[in-house]
């Protein structure tokens, strides 16, 4: 699979990052703690993942209280994987319901420790802040970031969901006190959510920095599973944690989502493909998160990084989902 430097970080990553959201619960909701994929269902996954050339894992430490995490880390003492995939981890959420959350220099440093602990390694590739923590100014985090890129406990850091503004206040306040500084961006980019493109990816050009999507099939709306006046399909996304995708349920997305369909019909590719490509295409995207729940989904996905969408097809298609 093609790699693609990141940022000025120094490290380079597979076009697809295996995102393992999924593994042990849904993301960091505690109320899915222990659902999501088993660790068997997992394995197969990472094994899938590296047999497709994909070299590297996306977790957090509260993605399934720390069962993904976990789960990685058994995988790898399991495998001993000749590529060894680059390993990406966040920290913001906290670990179970009514436990602690945030930035603060401390929380940040003993979080990292228990990241290493579960994934069983000295020293992961890439920390990533997993939201902008408005009681802990920004520059106190950077501090203990910077820390830990001095103590070669990571690699480089990256910054998730953020706005233009706070980015910019990071990357100054990493350039005025000659601290370790974001060096790409994990926000969520898709057909149905283009923030990016108002002022974020603007940003990243300006500052050289990378931009990895999460989210590219919004959540597998794009796939065209969800239906009008239909119940979800058991199991699904939205079978499961509803709330973070109820912004789509309506006309005007169900509509939308319709004319796309059609689209990938006349092209003869999947939904699903077609709408990871349209992401992947943006020359700003270094790399795109994906979230497959099993190896088939993984696999029917691989041709989109053969789809290179131009500008006017890119544009033809997000007119099909009006902002
Ligand atoms: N930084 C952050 O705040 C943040 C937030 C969200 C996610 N992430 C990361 O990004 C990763 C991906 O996010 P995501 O899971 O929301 O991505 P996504 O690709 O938008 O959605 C994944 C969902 O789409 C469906 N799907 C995946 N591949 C499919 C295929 N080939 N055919 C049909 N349906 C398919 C599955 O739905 P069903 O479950 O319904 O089968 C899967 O759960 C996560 O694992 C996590 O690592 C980061």
Redesign the pocket.
Known sequence: METRALGRSGLAVSRFLL????FGGI?SAPELFGQGESEEAAFELMDTAIAAGITVF??ADAYGGGRSETMIGRWLAARSPERRPLLST?VYNPMDEGEDRGLAPARVLRQLDSSLERLGVDRVDMYVT?DWDVDTPIAETLGALDEIVQARKVRAIGA??VSAEQLEEALEASAEQGLARFEWV?N?Y?LLHRDPEDEVFALCERHGLGFTP???????WL?G?YQRDTPPPPG??MALRPDAYSAFETGATYDAVDRFLDAARERGVSP?VLAIAWALSHPRVTAA?????RPE?LK??LPALELELDESERAELAELFPR
């Open positions: 995102g393992c959201g999924n993301g996306d977790t966040k997993h998730s969901n994990q969520e898709s999460f989210s590219p099939l919004a959540g597998g796939t599973k699904s996304r699903a998160v994906i979230g497959p729940r989904q029917s996905i």
